[in-house]
């Protein structure tokens, strides 16, 4: 049983993690063991129907030997928490050697990349776009042939840039030879929203009601959420996307955006996805994306930043005074409800005496109204004279340690 292919068509969301794979040419690599972990951690966020919600693209094992193991490794240990996937070039000798790296593991999965637009197709296999895609058809025909139970999905490189009538001739051609998914990748990352409800309209309407379309967009201009919420909004239900957004250049739609945007609030997948919708098998468990987005950092050395949205580090903090006695006035959400992130109290040049006095009493001290005052100017001066606006707690300390010890001296003194 395909179970993406019966996610999907029951209007569920299914996730294409590419983490592994694609946020490999983000320069980055993931050790297999940590492939295995990063599969069973984002699995787990669904979690006895983590096969159904997410395909983990777990290599490419045409690379070398060791990416071959990966992905096998992969496959063997990450199968009941994920669909694992290995990833081919469009050519008989690729596709045995994706399928040997997956087999018998369950919901086991090989994508094949073929060219769909004339520049494509001029440089992966010094043709026109007509000539690649028939070629792919007959590869695809002897993958299903030889595929033995595991799901074949095809992957059309430079989808937008294509003949659209084409792209959707041979999706719905694909599917009827036994395609699992057709993938439409927008390769070079230029798409605007607008130009991906209309490709993605256009291919489901040509290729037939049987073909299960998914979205690849790129982030190359900033828009690779947009667009993929423009393809589920026309439609598509499996979405491929990466931790972080890694992917080749600028990367591709994050992971922990699109489900964290897709879960938090059903009226705002509604807007998305059509009233009534039911994306989900199991809900998704929020709270698990922080700590599978600071692991994947640790591991990749892509950083978490204080702009990052969902897991960064300026996610739950609060550094100013009104924002700190009105939270919920100036958030988009709880973090604590929905992430399990308690606030943070942030010292910086901005701050308010309420917020000196919460940050003092978190470390320990409490302050009367003249030492408050006298602390905040501290923070102040701090901040501006080494140019950074986070005081640390630790520096913070120490000065209030001072600060109160020369109270104590001088109340000692006067009596």
């Known amino acids: 049983m395909d179970v993406v292919r019966e996610s999907a068509q029951a209007g569920r969301m299914v996730f294409f993690e590419e983490s592994a794979r694609d946020g490999a040419q983000a320069k980055t690599l993931m050790g297999a063991d940590f492939r295995v972990r990063l599969a069973r951690e984002q699995g787990a966020v669904f979690g006895a129907d983590g096969p159904r919600h997410v395909v ?26 994920v669909s694992p996937a290995a990833i081919c070039r469009g050519t008989v000798q690729d596709v045995r050697l994706a399928l040997s790296a997956v087999r018998g593991a369950a919901h086991a999965r090989v994508m094949v990349i073929v060219a769909a637009s004339e520049a494509t197709a001029c440089a992966l296999v010094h043709g026109d776009a007509r ?11 002897e ?12 992957c059309l490189v430079d989808a937008p840039r294509a003949d659209h009538a084409l792209v959707a001739e041979y999706a719905g051609a694909l599917t009827a030879h036994g395609a699992g998914t057709i993938v439409l ?8 929203p607008g130009q991906t409800r209309a490709l993605f309209r256009q291919v489901a309407a040509g290729a037939g009601p049987e073909a299960v379309l998914v979205s690849h967009l790129h982030n190359d201009l900033g828009l690779g959420l947009a667009n993929t919420l423009a393809a589920l909004e026309s439609g598509v239900r499996v979405a491929a996307c990466s931790w972080l957004g890694m992917a080749e250049r600028s990367g591709m739609v994050a992971t922990e955006q699109l489900l964290f945007l897709l879960a938090h609030d059903p009226a705002k997948a509604a807007q998305v996805l059509g009233p009534g919708c039911e994306p989900w098998w199991t809900a ?32 739950a903090s609060i550094s100013t005074g009104t924002p700190f006695t009105h939270p919920q006035t100036f958030q988009p959400y709880d973090p604590q409800q929905h992430l399990g992130l ?19 009493e978190r470390l320990g001290y409490t302050l009367d109204p003249e030492q408050a005052r006298t602390a905040l100017a501290w923070v102040k001066d701090r901040a501006y004279r080494l140019g950074r606006a986070v005081v640390a707690d630790a520096d913070f300390a120490a000065y209030l340690d001072g600060l109160t010890a ?8 006067a009596r």
């Open 143 to 154: 993958a299903v042939d030889l595929a033995d139970g595991i799901a074949v999905d095809v």
């Open 342 to 360: 308690a606030p943070t109290v942030v010292l910086t040049h901005l701050a308010s005496h309420r917020v000196l006095r919460a940050v003092a």
């Open 56 to 81: 983990f693209a777990a290599g490419f094992p045409s690379v070398c030997r060791q990416e071959f193991e990966a992905t096998r490794q992969v496959a063997l240990e990450a199968q009941g928490s």
């Open 284 to 315: 998704p468990d929020l709270t698990r994306l922080p700590g599978i987005a600071r692991m994947v950092s640790a591991e990749t050395g892509v950083p978490l930043t204080v702009t990052t949205p969902v897991v960064g580090t300026g996610v």
């Open 185 to 192: 990748a927008d390769t070079v990352g230029d798409l605007l």
């Open 406 to 413: 020369q109270t104590a001296g001088t109340t000692s003194s």
């Open 131 to 141: 000539a690649a895609l028939a070629g792919g058809l007959e590869v695809v025909k």
